[in-house]
């Protein structure tokens, strides 16, 4: 079944040390995002890919960072976890902007 | 800037006591409207995306409707298979990468057996 995958699915840091979460797709999808979810809050958009092409919210942290190798594959970068970075991590993709989104199962990051 | 409030935060039904679930929204142009359920400890499951006012969609207990000003989530006879965090996101009519969702805070629902 075509689908997203994300690793891992817990990830347990320490405070400042860096930490990368992976994703993954079979769906051939040009679009990639990245979420962070806090409890009981809305999902907040970081950064997104169309192919290549990079695009970093105006309010995302320069703390965190992006990378796009391929069509399948992104990497969000953690430089120096602070404790306000616990969360759930999502990635999703969708076809073109105009289109669903499709949501991976999350990474549950903790900072100890 | 885009708004999704969503009402109630938690709800509570018994199996079988159907209900609906509130989205408002205000945005600059809906392109579309989307509703995601969301379990526990997992990423949102795609359940339906609304583009006018009037339309509806349906899947087995679901069905999403949508105004000019808000959408609702009917649940028909509620298992407690059912009991989740439905999530509501609004698309505007925007170019390119400004097509972001912006979501709603969510309703909690848990169905008692």
């Known amino acids: 079944d075509a689908m997203v995958i994300q690793n891992p699915r817990y990830q347990v840091t320490q405070f400042g040390k860096p930490v990368t979460l992976s994703c993954s797709q079979t769906?051939?999808?040009?679009?990639m995002y990245w979420y962070q979810q806090k409890s009981s809050q809305a999902p907040k958009l970081l950064f997104h890919?169309?192919?290549?092409?990079?695009?970093n919210e105006a309010d995302t942290p320069d703390n965190f960072q992006s990378r796009r190798p391929n069509t399948s594959f992104c990497f969000l970068d953690i430089r120096s976890p602070g404790l306000g970075d616990a969360a759930m991590y999502l990635c999703?993709?969708?076809?073109?902007?105009?289109?669903?989104?499709?949501f991976g199962p999350g990474t549950r990051l903790t900072v100890l | 800037e885009d708004q999704v409030t969503q009402s109630p935060e938690a709800l509570r039904l018994q199996e079988g006591e159907s209900s609906s679930l509130n989205c408002s929204y205000t945005?600059?142009?809906?392109?579309?409207l989307f509703w995601y359920r969301q379990d526990p400890g997992k990423g949102p499951e795609f359940l339906f995306t609304?583009?006018?006012a009037g339309e509806e969609k349906e899947k087995e207990r679901l069905k999403a409707t949508l105004t000019k000003k808000e959408s609702f989530l009917h649940i028909t006879a509620p298992k407690p298979e059912d009991s989740a965090t439905y999530l509501c996101?609004?698309?505007?009519?925007?170019?390119?990468?400004?097509?972001?969702?912006?979501f709603g805070s969510g309703t909690q629902l848990t169905v008692l057996p």
């Open positions: 999703a993709t969708s076809r073109d902007f105009r289109n669903e989104q499709f």
């Open positions: 609304l583009y006018s």
């Open positions: 945005v600059s142009g809906l392109r579309g």
């Open positions: 769906l051939n999808h040009n679009v």
């Open positions: 996101a609004v698309q505007p009519i925007s170019s390119g990468s400004a097509r972001q969702l912006t």
């Open positions: 890919y169309y192919d290549k092409d990079f695009n």
